[in-house]
């Protein structure tokens, strides 16, 4: 047993060393990465070698390749720090030999019958699509979501997927600090409540979020200023009084909602607009901008 | 009651024995017979007549002939077997990471964007600078200025120059139907920094326009004086030695040894390198490319054909830029691992002995067996032309032995047909003359 024990110490040990002897050719480097390297943090520098004890810090939306022992290629792609030392496994080359692939080619060829010819097997040869892609990003946020301002109330942060997905990240950071989100959630739905998150903010400051299909990345930040009730309260009593003295209070709320939404003032405008719908019921117009309305912004 | 065999594998290996002693006659009883031996001969006369005969080019409507024209068995190592990637390090150690070469990307910079990526690429010390880029004519002067000022002052820079030959330029211009040339000589191209150079290398590679790059020349007379091509000069500021086995070896037309890709050599971005982005040790003591370098495949500006594509025989597009060419040139001959061509006729000779084995092999199945002769025939061929691409392609990437197993395939391939010929031929001069001959007796 107590041989067993010095084996499995062994092949630790012997492991470990070798995770450690592993060095590291920084290839590529896009966007915030940094290495730390006897605890010290430094910037990371496209051809730098860096050895197993090194980590490598990545900020969002930032890229690392590395080649390990000049034989082995990876790349680190999502945010978060890498101990190299972890990815000995990384460095292990395949030692497939020619001979072997060799075999293995004729045979494939041998055994493939292919898929027929464009004459006779039209679907099969339909993937060639005659025209150029203009985007990279599968999450689309509408324009109009750019800047949000925010003082409360029931109002979705919402966007469109080019891609199938089951799950979206939302991702929201601090204003001051883009790297790192303070706030992250897993949704299913294309859109998520700002009710949801704003528990995590502080009124009066503005923060950035984005979305992306689960374990991809997107770059495009908009931004939301949660705004004080105070602050609101200012700007409403201002637009109230802009208005002119024979104004119903139907048509009071339609205006009101027009000029918050032009303020980028979402989830209130919202609030008016049903409001003037309520007060005039038969205003084919109240009525009609309130289901746009909701319709462009994915309210329920 | 029956008995149990004290030793089951007896009769199997009985069986092998007696299987391997089968197919060793059926290969050489007829291996002496004056009719193999004629058949073979007859063979090579075919193949003979039709290179000699000047018969009309009637291939030039055969999709096959044009779609192999410019095909090579050993590409399938490249497209196909995993030889030059990373997965492969059992193909030998030139595979890995090259960490001598750095290729800098110039990308769409103009003469003063390139001005500061030489002058910034020069102050983190490489032991030598090479530009693949070339200038015609005059632009904005002050650009100018300050491109020829880094020139000047970068001795260590080798710039790419470009051999125009007059044999070349006269097919050219007779093909667009204009008056061929006064100058009649081979010459260099003008370069408007020419002044400027400390030294330069031609760049010119040798293959068909749009065809497969597969041969370099270290160096030419021109005037003469020699002139070596731009890797070369790039080794001889880096290893002397290198450069000197390289002369040693009086070849005008090297085999490219291609090994690499674009992604096992360290590429830097120009930006990124005027930006501080890399690393004081990533260029010291090395061997820095600038050229325009791009991974997009749509992208075939500067992008030429090589064995490392994909697609080994058919339409195509171009797959390495041409710096990468060079720079697997300039790995070659720092590893001294050139590629060896066999003499021709060792790849003859070979063909003679191992289509005079076919050949008893077929002979024996033509009269033995005659109901089996085109099944066996066929899956003989099958496996042959497996066996000779395989070791051919062996020879090629373990060795670096280039041999043209091409003859051999086309005699195994037409042996069959010519069986039938000389079987007619054979009976005929036996009726004739009394010619003695395995065929009389049975014919088919």
């Given at each position: 047993m107590k041989k067993l024990q010095f084996v499995i110490l062994l092949v630790t040990v012997f492991g470990t060393m070798a995770a450690q002897n592993n060095s590291f050719l920084l290839y590529s480097v896009k966007g915030n990465v940094s290495v730390i390297e006897n605890k010290t943090e430094t910037p990371a520098k496209i051809g730098k070698i860096l050895s197993g004890s090194a980590s490598l810090k990545l900020a969002n939306g930032a890229i690392v390749t590395l080649i390990c022992n000049e034989a082995a290629m990876f790349t680190f792609g999502k945010s978060g720090t890498y101990?190299?030392?972890?990815?000995?496994?990384?460095?292990r080359v395949n030692t497939s030999s020619m001979g072997s692939n060799y075999v293995k080619y004729v045979w494939a060829q041998m055994t493939s019958h292919g898929e027929g010819s464009p004459g006779s097997n039209r679907k099969a040869f339909?993937?060639?699509?005659g025209a150029v892609s203009?985007?990279?990003?599968?999450i689309w946020i509408d324009p109009r979501l750019d800047t949000v301002n925010y003082s409360g109330g029931e109002f979705p942060l919402s966007w469109k997927s080019y891609a199938e997905a089951k799950t979206f990240d939302f991702l929201l950071y601090n204003s001051d600090n883009i790297?790192?989100?303070f706030y992250k959630n897993v949704v299913s739905k294309l859109k998520i409540p700002i009710t949801d998150f704003t528990k995590k903010m502080v009124p009066g400051k503005s923060y950035y979020w984005t979305t992306a299909i689960t374990g991809e990345e997107n770059d495009e930040l908009k931004v939301l200023n949660y705004v004080s009730k105070e602050t609101f309260d200012k700007l409403l009593a201002k637009l109230k009084s802009?208005?002119?003295?024979?104004?119903?209070p139907a048509e009071q709320a339609y205006r009101l909602g027009f000029m918050l939404e032009d303020a980028h003032y979402l989830s209130e405008a919202y609030q008016f607009y049903t409001k003037a719908a309520l007060l005039d019921s038969t205003n084919v117009l109240y009525r009609s901008t309130l289901m746009s309305f909701k319709k462009d912004y994915e309210v329920k | 009651m029956t008995h149990q065999p004290e030793n089951v594998q007896k009769p199997l290996k009985k069986g092998f024995r007696h299987h391997a002693r089968k197919l060793h006659g059926r290969f050489t009883?007829?291996?002496?017979?004056r009719d193999t031996i004629f058949a073979t001969a007859w063979v090579f006369i075919f193949i003979l007549a039709v290179k000699v005969i000047?018969?009309?080019?009637?291939?030039?409507?055969?999709p096959i002939e044009i779609g192999l024209e410019?095909?090579?068995?050993?590409?399938i190592a490249y497209s196909n077997?995993?030889?030059?990637?990373?997965?492969?390090?059992k193909l030998g150690d030139?595979?890995?990471?090259?960490?001598r070469i750095v290729l800098i990307n110039i990308g769409h910079a103009d003469r003063e964007g390139i001005a500061y990526i030489i002058d910034k690429t020069a102050s983190m010390n490489p032991k030598v600078i090479g530009l693949d880029a070339y200038f015609e004519g005059p632009r904005e002067p002050h650009k100018d200025s300050v491109l020829q000022d880094v020139f000047r002052k970068t001795k260590n820079l080798v710039v790419v120059s470009r051999i125009k030959w007059a044999e070349h330029e006269k097919k050219h211009k007779e093909e667009k139907g204009k008056e061929t040339v006064e100058e009649d000589k081979d010459h260099f191209l003008k370069d408007y920094f020419d002044s400027s150079y400390s030294q330069t290398g031609f760049g010119n590679l040798t293959?068909?326009?749009?065809?497969?790059?597969?041969h370099f020349s270290p160096y030419e007379k021109i005037d003469d004086s020699t002139h070596y091509c731009f890797a070369a000069m790039l080794v001889k500021n880096y290893d002397i030695k290198a450069f000197n086995r390289l002369e040693k070896r009086h070849d005008h037309n090297e085999i490219i040894n291609y090994s690499r890709r674009v992604n096992k050599y360290q590429l830097i971005e120009g930006d990124d390198l005027l930006n501080g982005s890399?690393?004081?040790?990533?260029?010291?003591?090395k061997i820095a490319l600038l050229a325009y370098v791009n991974?997009?495949?749509?992208?075939?500006?500067d992008k030429l054909f090589t064995?490392?594509?994909?697609?080994?025989?058919g339409k195509s597009i171009p797959d390495m830029n041409g710096i990468v060419v060079h720079a697997n040139i300039i790995s070659m001959i720092l590893d001294h691992n050139y590629i060896n061509k066999l003499p021709s006729w060792v790849s003859v000779i070979v063909a003679i002995l191992i289509g005079w084995l076919f050949m008893s092999y077929f002979v024996h199945y033509y009269l033995e067996s005659h109901i089996w002769f085109h099944l066996v025939a066929k899956f003989a061929q099958l496996a042959a032309a497996i066996l000779f691409v395989w070791l051919g392609m062996h020879l090629f990437t373990r060795y670096r032995i280039k041999v043209d197993m091409t003859l051999t395939i086309v005699v195994i391939v037409l042996a069959i047909d010519i069986i039938y010929f000389y079987e007619a031929f054979a009976v005929w001069i036996h009726k004739r003359f009394g010619y003695k001959t395995v065929f009389h007796q049975k014919q088919h």
């Open positions: 101990p190299l030392n972890k990815f000995g496994d990384s460095c339909m993937n060639t699509v203009r985007s990279i990003n599968n790297s790192e989100p802009a208005g002119v003295s024979f104004e119903s | 009883k007829y291996l002496l017979e000047p018969l009309p080019n009637i291939h030039f409507f055969d410019d095909f090579d068995f050993n590409d077997l995993g030889k030059g990637n990373y997965a492969n390090l030139t595979t890995k990471f090259d960490h293959g068909e326009t749009i065809g497969t790059k597969r890399v690393d004081e040790s990533a260029l010291r003591g991974n997009n495949p749509d992208d075939i500006e064995p490392m594509n994909s697609k080994f025989a």
